[in-house]
């Protein structure tokens, strides 16, 4: 099969497309013919390999990648499945999280993995996994956002806030969204009652206050974010806002942790969803949206698997709208 492999860590130039060994299934585990993939800051990461601290907790690799495919977001058909797998069949149309995404077969576990929604396309559907699982966890979990709440969602044409707005929206919140100039439009025809160009209005210069804000960019410093929110309001930071290559997020996690305990308001970190976690049911819950005609997702740009390396860097350089997504023949 072909496959996007990575021998070492670095830019994405390091990606190369090569023949590699088709995977199969074991015990638990479906295989999945990929029709497209999606592409997330989460990848890039893992290309580079930093954070560094995140090697030594041996998800990443050490030295190299521990996975010599890159990629996690997937949707496609069962090819097969291995013992004890119920509910998938050969055939059948699946999106979810597939390590070794960018390649043309791809094993996973079937907890994994959830049925795609019928009206969706492979491009469509391979945007879903990471991202709007994300903002799932992002607004439902840990912001509690509820009907009548006035909701910022900083990075709102991006994959994660995209997703964000439209969930925002269908809990009944005010949203207001914070975007670049090209994408204001579409994130008004999200849900968001109210958008902002942040190349000329800067949010945390307003004197609007917020029950809850989504910052998906952590492009300003965490006193001005707070004053952006009510007394008892929630800040929601994906990522922890840092790009430091050898602690990433974790800095800011711990600076956000430390005020969160002196204040009333609710300062908390989400990491990008992952495997980890019960990933299966917030999928569920995703594609019951889709299905229900209340969460659309948004296909930004497309490349070809032989372009992966231009899909990946076009993500780390920071400006995508909507999702990137790899289409495999």
């Not at 090569?18 to 999606?38: D, F, I, N, Q, Y």
């Not at 907790?57 to 190299?64: A, F, P, S, W």
């Not at 995703?286 to 992966?308: F, I, K, M, N």
């Amino acid at each position: 099969m072909k496959a996007v492999v990575q021998e070492r860590f670095g830019p994405p130039d390091t990606l190369r497309l090569r023949e590699a060994e088709r995977p199969r299934a074991g015990s638990g585990e479906v295989l999945v013919r990929v029709r497209a993939a999606a592409v997330n800051p989460y990848d890039w990461h893992m290309v580079r390999g930093d954070p560094y601290a995140a090697r030594l907790l041996g998800g990443v690799g050490l030295t190299r990648p521990k996975r010599p495919v890159a990629g996690i977001d997937a949707a496609g058909v069962v090819e097969g499945t291995g013992a004890g797998v119920r509910g998938f069949l050969p055939g059948d149309p699946v999106l979810g999280f597939c390590p070794g995404a960018f390649a043309e077969y791809a094993c996973t576990s079937a907890d994994l993995l959830v049925a795609k929604p019928a009206g969706l396309t492979f491009e469509q559907a391979a945007a879903v996994p990471m991202a709007a699982v994300t903002a799932l966890r992002g607004v439902r979990t840990v912001g509690r956002v509820r009907a009548g709440q006035r909701v910022l969602v900083n990075g709102a044409g991006g994959g994660v806030g995209t997703f964000a707005v439209q969930i925002a929206a269908v809990l009944g919140a005010e949203v207001t969204g914070v975007c670049s100039a090209h994408n204001t439009g579409l994130v008004r025809s999200l849900g968001a009652a109210h958008v902002l160009d942040y190349a000329l209005e800067d949010f945390t210069d307003r004197r609007e206050r917020y029950d809850v804000v989504l910052d998906n960019v952590g492009n300003h410093p965490l006193g001005r974010l707070r004053r952006t929110l009510t007394p008892a309001g929630a800040l929601v930071a994906n990522g922890g806002g840092s790009p430091g290559r050898v602690f990433g997020a974790i800095g800011a996690m711990l600076a956000l942790a430390a005020v969160n305990a002196v204040t009333r308001q609710r300062l908390r970190p989400i990491l990008p969803a992952t495997p980890d976690g019960p990933a299966r049911r917030d999928l569920l819950a995703v594609t019951s949206l889709v299905e229900a005609g209340r969460l659309t997702p948004v296909v930004g740009r497309t490349y070809t698997l032989a372009d992966t390396a231009r899909a990946v860097r076009h993500v780390e350089d920071g400006h995508a709208g909507g999702k990137t997504v790899i289409t495999v023949p």
